[in-house]
């Protein structure tokens, strides 16, 4: 019963995880903040759908659709879909028509489902298609390089293809971290300094806006309203 999610990594440059889950008794679940997108397929009751689920710049709670299956690629950052330009996608979704159990239009072609196994040659077709891109300033940064270009460029270019200015997204990912060591049972405290947190009140509205947990609800192991994907990066 519940919220049943599994995940995997990818060695894709182009994608940062994939994942797929079933829902049994729920109805709703906390959507936690994150930094990337997803392309997201799930089948309800015999109907298949399909949509572009944005970055999401704090905590929200979502409808989940009961009995359904669910599989989705999410993307890495700095990677984008220029027909759907991603900061037109924060905290919203754009869903895409006429969706099969073997097919679906994106930008004018019909394509087959992809499934959780080959999410990467998937990305593939996207990208010789030029559907999808990857801007190497972004990815550059991200790495540590510092790139030869005015702040304001960079800032620019990362909006862009992010949705998110650089101290957002610095924000969401520690939040997360955050999240995820209190879940490994990690006390409070020594994630505050492990991560920079000022104090424990730092640490609470952090939790607060981008997780919508406290500490002690992370650390609870009862059962709780369930949550969206949390891993460690």
């Known amino acids: 019963m519940g919220l049943e999610i599994e995940s995997r990594p990818s060695d894709s440059p182009y994608i940062e995880r994939v994942w797929r889950s079933t829902s049994s008794g729920v109805d709703r679940m906390t959507s936690i903040a994150t930094v990337h997108w997803d392309l997201v397929f799930w089948e309800h009751r015999g109907q298949v759908s399909v949509s572009v689920q944005g970055p999401e710049s704090r905590a929200s709670a979502a409808v989940v659709p009961e009995d359904a299956t669910f599989f989705g690629i999410v993307f890495s950052l700095g990677t984008s879909m220029p027909h759907l330009p991603v900061n037109r996608l924060v905290d919203g979704s754009a869903p895409i028509p006429d969706a099969t159990r073997r097919s679906f239009w ?28 990857r801007d190497p300033l972004v990815a550059a940064v991200l790495g540590g390089a510092s790139p030869d270009v005015s702040e304001r460029t960079l800032q620019r270019r990362f909006l862009a293809s992010t949705g998110l200015t650089r101290g957002a997204v610095r924000q969401i990912d520690r939040a997360r971290r955050a999240a995820a060591l209190i879940r490994e049972g990690v006390p409070a405290h020594d994630v505050i300094h492990r991560l920079g947190y000022f104090d424990q009140p730092h640490l609470a509205r ?9 500490a002690t609800q992370l650390s609870r192991r009862g059962p709780e309203e369930p949550m969206s994907l949390l891993y460690k990066t």
């Not at 072609?109 to 298609?129: H, I």
């Not at 952090?206 to 406290?214: A, K, M, P, V």
């Open 206 to 214: 952090s939790l607060s806006r981008y997780i919508g947990r406290t």
């Open 106 to 133: 994106l930008k004018g072609s019909a394509w087959s489902l992809p499934g959780y196994d080959d999410a990467e040659e998937f990305a593939r077709r996207m990208v010789r298609e030029e559907i999808l891109t």
